[in-house]
């Protein structure tokens, strides 16, 4: 067997070791996101009350476009946190203000979001919003720990370095989600999933699972 073998043409080489923690890896993703599916049902019942309290009577559930490993579309599962209009008031927002538009599409963000419902805002502070995605996790769309995952126009910020950023599975947290999320900048925070895709490691997934934790509990970077 060769001591080095790669994963694709465009990606850093891989030693049989690594094989080992991708295949563990998986086995985890299946373990973990099986009992997070479990955990999943009565939460579910739980967002879908708080929505009805607040008079909003339409699906908890949002499906999103964006790209999974090798740039392979994939649709994430999230709780809606913006309301069902939630494109048109962005078009709008943006129409009538040139200077955060400079922003947000630099950014991707956009503080004190229109969209946001108060129910969502519960969601997102409290990352319960993202809990869905145990279900792609589950089907092998994604992976516990990676690169979160970008729509199609957002990986051109990645230029030459885009197969590297779509050589892993994306991840439900990571090194950036886990390190200040909305805190830190977009240029900041490509080098940050490209350093996990040239390090990643069991070591740096405990590291990531303990950072994303303190995280979540902190609302560090929710938004």
């Given at each position: 067997?060769?001591?080095?073998?790669?994963?694709?043409?465009?990606?850093?080489?891989?030693?049989?070791?690594?094989?080992?923690?991708?295949?563990?890896?998986?086995?985890?993703?299946?373990?973990?996101?099986?009992?997070?599916?479990?955990?999943?049902?009565?939460?579910?019942?739980?967002?879908?009350?708080?929505?009805?309290?607040?008079?909003?009577?339409?699906?908890?559930?949002?499906?999103?476009?964006?790209?999974?490993?090798?740039?392979?579309?994939?649709?994430?599962?999230?709780?809606?946190?913006?309301?069902?209009?939630a494109e048109e008031i962005l078009?709008?927002?943006?129409?009538?203000?040139?200077?955060?538009?400079?922003?947000?599409?630099?950014?991707?963000?956009?503080?004190?979001?229109?969209?946001?419902?108060?129910?969502?805002?519960f969601l997102r502070k409290t990352?319960?919003?993202?809990?869905?995605?145990?279900?792609?996790?589950?089907?092998?769309?994604?992976?516990?720990?990676?690169?979160?995952?970008?729509?199609?126009?957002?990986?051109?910020?990645?230029?030459?370095?885009?197969?590297?950023?779509?050589?892993?599975?994306?991840?439900?947290?990571?090194?950036?989600?886990?390190?200040?999320?909305?805190?830190?900048?977009?240029?900041?925070?490509?080098?940050?999933?490209?350093?996990?895709?040239?390090?990643?490691?069991?070591?740096?997934?405990?590291?990531?699972?303990?950072?994303?934790?303190?995280?979540?509990?902190?609302?560090?970077?929710?938004?």
């Open positions: 067997m060769d001591k080095e073998m790669a994963i694709t043409s465009d990606t850093v080489k891989v030693v049989p070791l690594k094989y080992f923690y991708f295949v563990l890896k998986r086995v985890m993703d299946v373990l973990i996101s099986f009992v997070g599916i479990l955990c999943l049902l009565p939460l579910i019942l739980f967002v879908k009350v708080l929505y009805i309290c607040s008079g909003d009577f339409h699906s908890i559930f949002y499906r999103q476009k964006r790209l999974g490993k090798h740039g392979k579309e994939i649709r994430i599962f999230k709780f809606r946190t913006m309301v069902v209009n078009a709008d927002w943006l129409k009538n203000n040139p200077e955060k538009r400079k922003e947000y599409l630099r950014d991707r963000k956009i503080d004190h979001d229109p969209r946001i419902t108060k129910v969502g805002n990352s319960l919003d993202e809990f869905p995605q145990f279900l792609n996790i589950f089907i092998g769309d994604m992976s516990l720990i990676g690169p979160r995952p970008v729509v199609p126009d957002e990986v051109k910020k990645y230029g030459k370095q885009k197969n590297k950023f779509l050589s892993l599975r994306p991840g439900l947290t990571g090194y950036w989600a886990s390190h200040g999320r909305s805190n830190i900048s977009y240029k900041e925070r490509i080098k940050m999933e490209l350093y996990y895709i040239d390090h990643c490691g069991i070591l740096l997934d405990l590291k990531i699972v303990f950072k994303t934790f303190i995280a979540v509990f902190k609302k560090d970077g929710a938004k």
